[in-house]
Structure formats: structure tokens, C-alpha cells
């Protein structure tokens, strides 16, 4: 998406407050909101390794499909949009799991996260995502614990905070 794409602005409280231009919101560290699915097929999720030209976060792995909500657009409409687009998924049902909010370097950001599950052929967005693959749930939590593997700051807070809530089920 381009920089000059309209995504939702956001307050810090969580309420839509008016748009921005993807490359202002960026510029100017504006709240915003994301939406974000964990695909999951058993006991395994989707994990992949951003492209090295995504505008945050380059080069660097990630288990949640997502992106910024669009100026007029919902959370979960951005959800659908986005696994689609990125994935290749669609007409699952999308399990609504939390809301948290961030400000990791500068960006702040409402992360709305959901879950799908899904058995199917995954057919990742070239444009978005170098490589992918399935992995277990525990290879995850290992490979999170090395500091030396490259994750995305707000999707390490995300899974955390979802592996945080399976404990407590």
C-alpha cells in the first residue's frame, strides 16, 4: 500500500478520531489501529518473514496476518480484507480474541486481534511476504525466547499476550 493511502486515525483511548495519509500517520507517530489474525490449524499457526521493503518492520518474522484499518473501514472488515490479500483466505469465521494498545518506536497503535482456523492452501502476497510455513505452537514460544530472532515488536506483544491468555483458560 502507498503512502498516501487514507488509514483511520485513532485517540489514544481507542476511538476514531479522523484520517491521515498512511506516510503522515507514519511521519508524525499518529494512534492508529491494526488488525491482526493468528491462523491456526490445530496446534500449529502461520508464521512468516516480512518482506525487506514493508515500510515498518522489514525483513522480519511474524504468526499475525494484518495491517492498518483504511480510513472509513472497521476493524473486522480490515481483518477479512487483510487475510485475504496476504493469505489467500477467505469466508472463515473470524473468532474475535483482545484488544491491546502499544507505542513501540514511535508507533503507536490499537492492535485488535482475531483468529482463524484453517486447513486449506495458504497463497501468501509476494509484495508483502518473503516466505512462510506452519509451526508449532511450542516451536514458537522457543524460537520468541532467542532474542536473536527477528520479530515484529508488536506482534511479540500480541502473542504474548495470547499465549498469557491460553495459560489462564
Not at 50 to 61: A, E, L, Q, S
Request: proline residues 4%; hydrophobic residues 40%.
Amino acid at each position: 500500500m502507498g503512502g498516501d493511502e487514507l488509514v483511520a486515525v485513532y485517540s489514544a483511548d481507542g476511538e476514531v478520531v479522523g484520517s491521515a495519509t498512511r506516510r503522515r500517520m507514519r511521519a508524525e507517530g499518529l494512534w492508529h489501529a491494526a488488525s491482526a489474525i493468528l491462523v491456526r490449524s490445530g496446534n500449529r499457526v502461520f508464521v512468516h518473514r516480512r518482506t525487506d521493503d514493508k515500510d515498518v518492520f522489514p525483513g522480519v518474522h511474524d504468526c499475525w496476518a494484518g495491517g492498518v484499518v483504511g480510513a472509513g473501514e472497521t476493524p473486522w472488515d480490515c481483518a477479512e480484507r487483510e487475510l485475504a490479500e496476504e493469505l489467500g483466505i477467505t469466508g472463515v469465521p473470524l473468532v474475535p480474541l483482545f484488544t491491546t494498545s502499544a507505542d513501540v518506536d514511535g508507533t503507536r497503535i490499537h492492535l485488535y486481534a482475531y483468529e482463524a482456523w484453517w486447513d486449506g492452501e495458504v497463497v501468501i502476497q509476494e509484495s508483502e511476504i518473503a516466505s512462510g510455513g506452519w509451526m508449532d505452537l511450542d516451536e514458537l514460544r522457543v524460537r520468541l525466547a532467542d532474542p536473536a530472532w527477528p520479530f515484529v515488536p508488536d506482534g511479540r506483544i500480541a502473542i504474548e499476550e495470547f499465549f498469557r491468555r491460553e495459560l489462564d483458560r
